[in-house]
């Protein structure tokens, strides 16, 4: 997919922000969605998170949903449409393009995920699995990808984030806190690096 170039959008007054996030198990989908949420409401915003499992634990598809307000939120259960989808994996991935928002954020990880599957989109990349993979632990690529997303978007502060993750984290995983914290920052300068965002406000 090369390297993505992201371009600045003109914030929009929705005051709802969708984000998917999407991949298979063992990913850490459904953990980047708690996190995310987790740093939403530290910054005192309105939240709504939801999980979906299918089947393995592993292997199996894992697709999590967020929604972030500067009100009471207003979006159903399940969102008909979405302003962003964060992609780990290519499975399953064609038919949640088909609820983003034209303009809409694919954020993807571009290890695995090679191509956009919609042109109107605003597609933003960055290697995430290479990237954890070579900081040492190819696990860590969700929280590459998270930090960089926010990073990239602005949905929520960094420190907000990374706090959240702490919190997150159960009590037989507490040790991979500063790990975590590692990753999320590497996610966020790598798309610092590439100099340009998308507003999400």
């Known amino acids: 997919m090369g390297r993505t170039h992201m371009a600045t959008v003109v914030p929009s007054r929705i005051a709802e922000r969708e984000v998917i996030f999407t991949g298979i198990g063992g990913q850490g989908i459904q953990l980047m969605a708690k996190v995310l949420a987790e740093a939403a409401t530290r910054e005192g915003r309105h939240v709504m998170l939801f999980g979906v499992y299918m089947g393995m634990m592993r292997g199996g598809p894992s697709e999590s949903t967020v929604v972030i307000g500067d009100e009471e939120i207003q979006a159903p259960p399940i969102v008909p449409h979405a302003w962003a989808i964060v992609a780990m994996h290519p499975q399953g991935l064609d038919g949640l393009a088909a609820k983003l928002r034209p303009g809409g954020v694919l954020f993807a990880n571009q290890t695995l995920v090679k191509s956009a599957p919609r042109g109107d989109l605003q597609l933003l990349g960055l290697p995430a699995t290479r990237l954890a993979e070579q900081a040492g632990n190819i696990a860590g690529a969700g929280m590459v990808a998270l930090g960089g997303f926010v990073a990239a ?18 009590a037989h995983r507490r040790q991979r806190a500063e790990e975590n914290a590692r990753f999320l920052l590497l996610g966020a300068d790598a798309v610092r690096e590439q100099g340009a965002q998308v507003a999400a406000g």
Not at 153 to 170: F, H, K, N, Q, S
């Open 153 to 170: 978007t602005g949905i929520v502060g960094l420190d907000a984030l990374t706090e959240a993750m702490r919190a997150a984290l159960p």
